[in-house]
């Protein structure tokens, strides 16, 4: 039964240090998204690639975070350094877009804490 | 921007009631899906929408897409504790772009 993997589920950190979450997409998909939800904001759009290209990354702060695939079976979001109001739970979707975007599978989701 | 809307924010019906979540974008639309997300979950992919008028269901849930492409409407037919959730429309703006997400309505079902 394929689906998104993400790693952490749960990561509770201190003001300043690194968070690295990571991605695993489906295999054969070429659409991979990186959301925040929190419960003000709703699902906000941080980065998007298709065929590991960065696509769009306008949602995503640029002084911290930082987004990569580094090959068709990783994507990776990384903030440095976290701040409290990063505190969220961070969803990395992928799927098989084609001229429109196609079904979304979602991961569990990686919840982060920001002390 | 271009931003996705959703109403109502919550709802809370009994079993049995009807429940209708509304989408709205002031551009147009290339194509709409709609997400449920459990309590403590994640989203999950109920349907997408991609023809101007377009209606389709699934049991008890139709969905639309208005003529214009800019709104589109889920309706849940007596309710079920089981739709207990968030529904998320998801809207794209051109072929092959970014998915964005609206609002979100939040449904609560009691006995």
């Known amino acids: 039964d394929a689906r998104v993997t993400q790693t952490p589920r749960d990561k509770v950190t201190e003001m300043g240090q690194e968070v690295t979450m990571r991605c695993q997409p489906i295999?054969?998909?070429?659409?991979v998204f990186w959301y925040r939800q929190t419960m003000m904001q709703g699902l906000e759009l941080l980065a998007y690639f298709r065929n590991r290209a960065p696509l769009d990354d306008s949602g995503m702060p640029k002084d911290r975070f930082s987004a990569e695939m580094p090959d068709a079976t990783l994507a990776t979001l990384k903030i440095q350094p976290s701040e409290p109001r990063d505190s969220a739970v961070y969803f990395c979707?992928?799927?098989?877009?084609?001229?429109?975007?196609?079904?979304?599978?979602f991961g569990e989701g990686s919840r982060l804490t920001v002390l | 921007g271009q931003q996705v809307m959703q109403i109502p924010q919550y709802q809370h019906v009994q079993e049995g009631e009807d429940f209708t979540t509304y989408c709205n974008s002031s551009?147009?639309?290339?194509?709409i899906q709609w997400y449920k997300q459990r309590p403590g979950g994640h989203p999950v992919f109920l349907i997408q929408?991609?023809?101007?008028?377009e209606v389709k269901k699934q049991k008890r849930l139709t969905f639309q897409f208005g003529e214009a492409k800019k709104n589109s409407s889920l309706h849940i037919t007596a309710t079920q504790t089981t739709d207990v959730g968030t529904y998320f429309c998801a809207g794209s703006f051109g072929t092959a772009s970014k998915l964005t997400f609206g609002t979100g309505t939040r449904l609560q079902v009691t006995l």
């Open positions: 929408l991609v023809k101007s008028g």
């Open positions: 295999l054969g998909h070429n659409t």
């Open positions: 551009t147009t639309l290339s194509n």
């Open positions: 979707a992928s799927g098989l877009g084609t001229i429109h975007t196609g079904e979304l599978f």
